[in-house]
């Protein structure tokens, strides 16, 4: 895919606006970073988070989600790799990346880049395409994760706010079912599965087994070369196996397994300097480099979110 300008092809004037509705970009130099992580409780009965973000420099580290990714990019060309290609996003595109994907992103300009994002799980997306009582359907694919669609970013960008600022719970979580409806019966293949990728044929075994090796030992991991023998590998071989099949390699897959270990332990109540310790962190300022490396945030801020999210007046 190519990066193209203003609305990608579907507007000649792109959305100059920062997002939660500040004012236009002046010119084009390099603005700071800003992100703002919020949790709306809830929604069909879990949470769900929403992120507000202006990314003037910063490129996330690649990493996966455990549900799905749907934005919209709000002001400049955002740019990621994404199954094995380099993509791009410009105002007005929705974004989709599906779970379990590895992803980056960042500012394809100087500029950078504005958008809000929001992270449903599969059973969310069943819930706002079902309208009979019973098991929810399979996940929806999306062939392509740039969506050009203007009303749909924009609904999107409707639902947002609405969650985002809470005044209304039963207006921001009807908006949310519509933009998530009318996402899967627009954009969705029913029925089919992604593209299969080029690995060996043992890769996805060798992922699994590393993965939860390095899971079930967090705090103190083996070496490459330690999970290499055992596999009857060499730490090449390993790597190149593991890279395929999961999009990463075992360090940054446990770097992001300790972050997301590390969401849990700071929704209960940890300090970041505590959670840092239990999941196999040297310090705090290790995990925080992280923390935003993924996630976009630091985990203080992350855990004020969570909790102010917690104590907000449920939606219905």
């Known amino acids: 895919m190519t990066p193209t ?4 092809g579907t507007s000649s004037r792109p959305d100059r606006r920062r997002p939660g509705g500040a004012g236009p970009v002046r010119g084009g130099a390099p603005t700071a970073d800003q992100t703002l992580w919020t949790r709306v409780g809830g929604i069909q009965g879990a949470p769900l988070d929403l992120l507000t973000a202006r990314i003037g420099s910063r490129h996330y580290a690649p990493h996966t989600h455990d549900e799905y990714a749907i934005g919209v990019t709000v002001d400049g060309l955002e740019t990621m790799r994404y199954r094995g290609e380099k993509i791009y996003s410009a105002a007005g595109s929705v974004v989709v990346i599906e779970p379990g994907e590895a992803h980056t992103g960042g500012p394809a300009r100087p500029e950078g880049f504005a958008y809000l994002c929001l992270y449903p799980g599969a059973g969310l997306l069943g819930a706002a395409t079902t309208t009979e009582p019973g098991p929810v359907p399979a996940e929806p694919h999306f062939r392509d994760p740039i969506i050009d669609d203007v009303r749909l970013g924009e609904a999107l960008r409707q639902a947002h706010r609405a969650l985002r600022l809470g005044e209304d719970p039963l207006e921001g979580e009807s908006r949310l079912l519509g933009v998530l409806g009318a996402l899967v019966r ?58 395929a099949a999961v999009g990463m390699p075992p360090y940054a897959w446990l770097a992001q397994h300790r972050v997301t270990r590390a969401r849990t332990l700071l929704e209960a109540g940890h300090r970041p300097a505590e959670a840092a310790t239990l999941v196999g962190f040297a310090d705090q300022a290790h995990l925080t480099r992280w923390f935003r490396r993924v996630l976009g945030v630091t985990p203080g801020a992350y855990r004020n979110s969570v909790q102010d999210g917690a104590a907000r007046r449920p939606a219905s």
């Open 186 to 243: 627009r954009h969705a293949l029913h029925g089919r599965s992604p593209a299969p990728r080029r690995l060996r044929p043992d890769a996805d075994r060798i992922a699994r087994q590393v993965a939860a090796r390095l899971s079930d030992e967090l705090t103190a991991p083996p070496t490459l070369a330690e999970m290499a023998a055992d596999l009857e590998l060499s730490r090449y071989q390993l790597l190149r196996a593991f890279r």
């Open 5 to 8: 300008d203003g609305g990608s």
